[in-house]
């Protein structure tokens, strides 16, 4: 999810003063608003920078594989999907996943009952199949992200102006206990799925009590270290947990999204007054846990939001692990965290700093990645290459390494190490010229042709000339997809590469509106349907026949549907040809898009249902899922399966 609603005008404006001088950049390469017109009518005719059509991925056939009947469009109270599928509700925020853990009391949650029971605001999820290193579809660990909490929608008698005066300091813990991330053993008996309430495995990692460790660069910093933890080296909790990965070595990264909402205090002046900024951290406290706790009070702990902003690495098959923050990575509003095996095994994390004019990172780890060796991956993540990308005038697109000592990246300009680098990554990637772009959501490489799909949400506020060749539309309302074409190194790609082509894979919106200049696969989008043009994409993932799925944030205020689950081939006639699968109740985004090995079960995270403007706990704008009068709207995995058994999306 973006920014809080209230926060959203004066908050979400984009922290990125350094905007303005790449602008200047290009007109002085003399890009001008016709050239780029230029690039949209190229993109129309499918030969943008003479990228090749993408030949591999099953689906390269030409015959529609999707061949499920769309569904329409709504905005009501519950979901709606393809015929001939079913839909489940399989674990909701405040189930008990241990077997003595309390049932949800709606509105009476304590912190450690919550700690017990699904977190809040389901977004990332990963099926891990059972046992580890399977591909088992019947059996395996939900692990989930649970990313924020709306106290209006949480408790009785607030709203998103009076909660501030009513919240107490149970209710903050409780708000630590249901963010972070939940591991729950489900398995599946014919077409039923059901959470193993009580499996060894499942455990509940929170902002409020979870220890983990640190590594990196940015480990025992001294800008990390604070009166709990004067070694920097070890934190407690992870928070806003949004989008994420999984790694190959069979783990899970968890990326900390928008910490800048959970810090109270004066922000004009301190050490760390600049950073501050930088990253949005506004003192005023949506999340009031530093009127409770010192370490959410900037002025107590100016450190703290050094802390956050991290990829966060778990191990879900060992539920006495310590989870990682693996600071190499670099400290932005992450989104995700998704990896890609290089031709040469090296490990490419692809990641987006999800905000207005941020930025398109990947880490490429220094050693291989070693499949029969769990011991010789466990550090992968703690050495490498932290890169930003920039999308150049020529037309290619290239990642600049963000190294101390390198270019602009010295004592000049307040980097004294690479803790420093990572610790500002937002800085050190303004001072390498990185291109500014429509808020970066998920980044994720397809796992057979391993181009790269960067998927921009929208960006309302970007001018007219403010464009560029990536971000061709000023304002951007629909939000578009970059596909990145790493070269291919004896016919596998190189995710180490450091110049690439690209191209657009989808530039969202109606494509029978001239005024949208929407493009779908590289054509007009005369093929989608007026029900299977999308905005405000948000997660992708593929299934195993490596078509693309795409699901939305966002469409309720820019299109006036309920936000949706869409499917699309990615090669052949039918490219970016996206067609309507799962519709949410309102006020919901969809998150976590996740297939089971076979590809026959697809699970969603159905975020914030009820999450519109009026809607509160007392007066929801829906129910869903429970429609219960005394139950509020819960987010929930919802598990989609086709009647017949048949794979998902036929
Ligand atoms: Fe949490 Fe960028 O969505
Ligand atoms: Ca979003
Ligand atoms: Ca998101």
Same mark, same amino acid.
């Given at each position: 999810?973006?920014?809080?609603?209230?926060?959203?005008?004066?908050?979400?404006?984009?922290?990125?003063?350094?905007?303005?001088?790449?602008?200047?950049?290009?007109?002085?390469?003399?890009?001008?608003?016709?050239?780029?017109?230029?690039?949209?009518?190229?993109?129309?005719?499918?030969?943008?920078?003479?990228?090749?059509?993408?030949?591999?991925?099953?689906?390269?056939?030409?015959?529609?594989?999707?061949?499920?009947?769309?569904?329409?469009?709504?905005?009501?109270?519950?979901?709606?999907?393809?015929?001939?599928?079913?839909?489940?509700?399989?674990?909701?925020?405040?189930?008990?996943?241990?077997?003595?853990?309390?049932?949800?009391?709606?509105?009476?949650?304590?912190?450690?009952?919550?700690?017990?029971?699904?977190?809040?605001?389901?977004?990332?999820?990963?099926?891990?199949?059972?046992?580890?290193?399977?591909?088992?579809?019947?059996?395996?660990?939900?692990?989930?992200?649970?990313?924020?909490?709306?106290?209006?929608?949480?408790?009785?008698?607030?709203?998103?102006?009076?909660?501030?005066?009513?919240?107490?300091?149970?209710?903050?813990?409780?708000?630590?206990?249901?963010?972070?991330?939940?591991?729950?053993?489900?398995?599946?008996?014919?077409?039923?799925?059901?959470?193993?309430?009580?499996?060894?495995?499942?455990?509940?990692?929170? !902002?409020? $009590?979870?220890?983990? /460790? #640190? *590594?990196?660069?940015?480990?025992?910093?001294? %800008? &990390?270290?604070?009166?709990?933890?004067?070694?920097?080296?070890?934190?407690?909790?992870?928070?806003?947990?949004?989008?994420?990965?999984?790694?190959?070595?069979?783990?899970?990264?968890?990326?900390?999204?928008?910490?800048?909402?959970?810090?109270?205090?004066?922000?004009?002046?301190?050490?760390?007054?600049?950073?501050?900024?930088?990253?949005?951290?506004?003192?005023?406290?949506?999340?009031?846990?530093?009127?409770?706790?010192?370490?959410?009070?900037?002025?107590?702990?100016?450190?703290?939001?050094?802390?956050?902003?991290?990829?966060?690495?778990?191990?879900?098959?060992?539920?006495?692990?310590?989870?990682?923050?693996?600071?190499?990575?670099?400290?932005?509003?992450?989104?995700?965290?998704?990896? !890609?095996? $290089?031709?040469?095994? /090296? #490990? *490419?994390?692809?990641?987006?700093?999800?905000? %207005? &004019?941020?930025?398109?990172?990947?880490?490429?780890?220094?050693?291989?990645?070693?499949?029969?060796?769990?011991?010789?991956?466990?550090?992968?993540?703690?050495?490498?290459?932290?890169?930003?990308?920039?999308?150049?005038?020529?037309?290619?697109?290239?990642?600049?390494?963000?190294?101390?000592?390198?270019?602009?990246?010295?004592?000049?300009?307040?980097?004294?190490?690479?803790?420093?680098?990572?610790?500002?990554?937002?800085?050190?990637?303004?001072?390498?010229?990185?291109?500014?772009?429509?808020?970066?959501?998920?980044?994720?490489?397809?796992?057979?042709?391993?181009?790269?799909?960067?998927?921009?949400?929208?960006?309302?506020?970007?001018?007219?000339?403010?464009?560029?060749?990536?971000?061709?539309?000023?304002?951007?309302?629909?939000?578009?997809?970059?596909?990145?074409?790493?070269?291919?190194?004896?016919?596998?790609?190189?995710?180490?590469?450091?110049?690439?082509?690209?191209?657009?894979?989808?530039?969202?919106?109606?494509?029978?509106?001239?005024?949208?200049?929407?493009?779908?696969?590289?054509?007009?989008?005369?093929?989608?349907?007026?029900?299977?043009?999308?905005?405000?994409?948000?997660?992708?993932?593929?299934?195993?026949?490596?078509?693309?799925?795409?699901?939305?944030?966002?469409?309720?205020?820019?299109?006036?549907?309920?936000?949706?689950?869409?499917?699309?081939?990615?090669?052949?006639?039918?490219?970016?040809?996206?067609?309507?699968?799962?519709?949410?109740?309102?006020?919901?985004?969809?998150?976590?898009?996740?297939?089971?090995?076979?590809?026959?079960?697809?699970?969603?995270?159905?975020?914030?249902?009820?999450?519109?403007?009026?809607?509160?706990?007392?007066?929801?704008?829906?129910?869903?899922?429970?429609?219960?009068?005394?139950?509020?709207?819960?987010?929930?995995?919802?598990?989609?399966?086709?009647?017949?058994?048949?794979?998902?999306?036929?």
């Amino acid at each position: 999810m973006e920014n809080m609603p209230e926060l959203e005008d004066s908050d979400d404006v984009g922290c990125n003063p350094s905007t303005e001088l790449s602008i200047a950049a290009l007109i002085e390469a003399r890009l001008s608003r016709r050239t780029v017109l230029k690039g949209m009518v190229a993109a129309g005719a499918g030969v943008l920078f003479g990228c090749p059509a993408p030949q591999g991925g099953k689906s390269g056939t030409g015959a529609n594989s999707l061949t499920f009947t769309e569904i329409g469009r709504f905005l009501d109270e519950t979901h709606h999907v393809a015929p001939g599928y079913e839909v489940a509700t399989l674990i909701r925020w405040g189930d008990p996943i241990h077997a003595d853990a309390p049932e949800f009391r709606p509105g009476k949650q304590t912190a450690g009952e919550q700690e017990r029971q699904f977190g809040a605001n389901n977004d990332f999820m990963a099926f891990m199949p059972l046992p580890r290193g399977s591909t088992n579809s019947t059996r395996g660990l939900l692990c989930v992200n649970h990313e924020l909490d709306q106290p209006h929608l949480m408790w009785p008698g607030m709203s998103p102006q009076n909660y501030a005066e009513f919240m107490t300091r149970e209710q903050c813990e409780t708000e630590m206990a249901s963010q972070g991330h939940s591991i729950v053993e489900i398995a599946r008996k014919g077409n039923a799925w059901r959470i193993v309430r009580g499996s060894p495995y499942n455990r509940r990692i929170s !902002a409020r $009590s979870t220890a983990m /460790r #640190v *590594a990196g660069p940015a480990a025992g910093h001294p %800008r &990390m270290s604070t009166r709990a933890d004067v070694s920097g080296t070890r934190i407690i909790g992870t928070l806003n947990n949004c989008a994420g990965g999984t790694t190959p070595w069979g783990t899970i990264l968890t990326a900390e999204e928008n910490i800048q909402n959970y810090f109270t205090g004066d922000v004009s002046n301190g050490r760390e007054a600049a950073a501050w900024k930088r990253y949005g951290v506004h003192g005023r406290g949506y999340y009031l846990w530093g009127r409770h706790f010192d370490r959410f009070h900037l002025n107590k702990e100016p450190n703290e939001p050094n802390r956050f902003g991290w990829v966060v690495e778990i191990d879900p098959y060992d539920p006495k692990s310590t989870p990682v923050k693996r600071t190499a990575l670099g400290r932005f509003k992450h989104e995700c965290a998704t990896t !890609a095996v $290089s031709h040469d095994r /090296r #490990v *490419a994390v692809y990641s987006g700093d999800d905000e %207005r &004019m941020e930025y398109v990172y990947k880490f490429v780890t220094r050693d291989r990645y070693h499949p029969n060796n769990a011991a010789a991956n466990r550090e992968l993540l703690d050495n490498g290459t932290l890169y930003v990308a920039k999308f150049e005038t020529d037309g290619r697109m290239r990642w600049l390494p963000l190294i101390y000592g390198q270019g602009p990246l010295t004592s000049a300009n307040g980097f004294e190490n690479q803790g420093d680098v990572v610790i500002e990554a937002r800085r050190a990637a303004d001072l390498m010229g990185a291109t500014p772009m429509d808020r970066p959501e998920d980044v994720e490489a397809h796992p057979e042709t391993g181009r790269v799909y960067v998927v921009l949400t929208y960006n309302e506020q970007r001018k007219p000339d403010q464009v560029n060749l990536a971000n061709p539309r000023g304002p951007n309302k629909h939000g578009h997809i970059i596909e990145i074409v790493p070269p291919l190194v004896n016919g596998k790609p190189d995710h180490t590469c450091t110049e690439c082509a690209w191209e657009f894979f989808i530039l969202g919106g109606d494509p029978r509106n001239p005024e949208h200049r929407a493009s779908y696969g590289g054509n007009n989008g005369a093929a989608v349907s007026a029900n299977g043009w999308l905005a405000a994409p948000d997660n992708v993932t593929f299934d195993p026949q490596g078509r693309i799925w795409i699901v939305t944030d966002g469409q309720q205020d820019w299109a006036g549907f309920a936000d949706t689950a869409y499917a699309a081939e990615v090669s052949g006639p039918r490219r970016g040809v996206t067609r309507g699968f799962f519709a949410s109740p309102r006020g919901a985004e969809i998150c976590g898009p996740a297939f089971t090995p076979d590809g026959k079960t697809l699970f969603l995270a159905i975020q914030h249902p009820g999450d519109e403007q009026g809607s509160t706990y007392d007066h929801p704008s829906t129910r869903w899922p429970d429609f219960k009068p005394d139950m509020p709207p819960r987010s929930a995995v919802v598990a989609i399966t086709k009647t017949d058994g048949g794979d998902i999306g036929s």
